[in-house]
């Protein structure tokens, strides 16, 4: 943890070492959705933003949004994602990303016609992936804010 970290453990990382297998296997997971995912950097990002939102979950937010900057986000839409309707401001497979993150996140059942937009749009490995993320980052916040986990020094959230 502390190497992907620079050396720096944040405190998130200081929680989770209160048990190392779960932080083992936390890791696993979140680094294969990070760093071998075939799903685009901009549609992960997007994903872990939204539902950092939906969930207000600061840290989460805090700590995606230098990501999301690099996989080519730009300020106008990382700041669209406080939106109800974020849709303006975003392509065809990013709006289908916010759809069924929204969806996912606010009522667990992806209702059919999105469901089928999204098969049409992406590839079954893109979808697993992009389910496991959506999934996996509500895991994320729901652990930050039950454990009240505040943003990195220094920084805000939305």
Known sequence: MAARRGGELSALDKLLLHSPPVADGWNELLGALRHRSSL??????????????LNNAAFEWVAH????????????????????????????????????????TWGIEVPELLFEQVRATFSEREIVELMVTIGGYAMVSRFLVALQVPPPEGEVAG
């Not at 685009?40 to 939102?53: T, W």
């Not at 999301?68 to 700041?79: S, V």
């Not at 401001?89 to 969806?103: C, G, P, Y």
């Open 65 to 104: 949004k230098a990501a999301a900057r690099r996989a080519g986000i730009t300020e106008e839409q990382i700041d669209a994602l406080y939106e109800q309707d974020p849709s303006a401001h975003f392509d065809a497979r990013q709006n289908l990303v916010l759809e069924l993150t929204d969806a996912s």
């Open 40 to 53: 685009g950097a901009d549609l992960r990002e997007l994903a872990i933003l939204r539902v950092a939102v």
